[in-house]
Nanobody
Framework: QVRLVESGGGLVQPGGSLRLSCAAS????????VAWYRQAPGKERELVAL???????NYADSVKGRFTISRDIAENTVYLQMNSLKPEDTAVYYC????????????WGKGTLVNVSS
C-alpha cells in the first residue's frame, strides 16, 4: 500500500519559516517526480515546487527565492523549506509523486495546513 504522509504545517507569523516533510512508504521517491502543491480556500490547487527523478527543480514564481525543495533518497523523504512566509502562502499543502510520463500512477498525500497569520 502506497502512503504519502505530510507533516510540519502549522500557524506561523508573517516573515516566519516552516519546513514541511513528505515521507513515502510503498514507493521510492528516487524513481518518481515529487512535487508540493497547495490549495488555498476558494482557489484551485497549484504547483509550488517540483523535483524530477533526475534532480531538476522548478518553482512557482510566487515562491522563488523563499521556498526550497529537497530530497533525502536514503530517508525516502522530500522537504519543503519555506522562509519569509506571507499571508498569501496560507493553504493546505499536498505532496505528489508522479510516474505518469512512464505510464505509472500518481499518488497524493492528505495534506498539511499552513496558516500564515499575525
Amino acid at each position: 500500500q502506497v502512503r504519502l504522509v505530510e507533516s510540519g504545517g502549522g500557524l506561523v507569523q508573517p516573515g516566519g519559516s516552516l519546513r514541511l516533510s513528505c515521507a513515502a512508504s510503498g514507493i521510492w521517491f528516487s524513481v518518481h517526480a515529487v512535487a508540493w502543491y497547495r490549495q488555498a480556500p476558494g482557489k484551485e490547487r497549484e504547483l509550488v515546487a517540483l523535483i524530477t527523478r533526475g534532480g531538476s527543480i522548478n518553482y512557482a514564481d510566487s515562491v522563488k527565492g523563499r521556498f526550497t525543495i529537497s530530497r533525502d533518497i536514503a530517508e525516502n523523504t522530500v522537504y519543503l523549506q519555506m522562509n519569509s512566509l506571507k499571508p498569501e502562502d496560507t493553504a493546505v499543502y499536498y505532496c505528489n509523486a508522479d510516474r505518469s510520463d512512464l505510464g505509472g500512477p500518481t499518488y497524493w498525500g492528505k495534506g498539511t495546513l499552513v496558516n500564515v497569520s499575525s
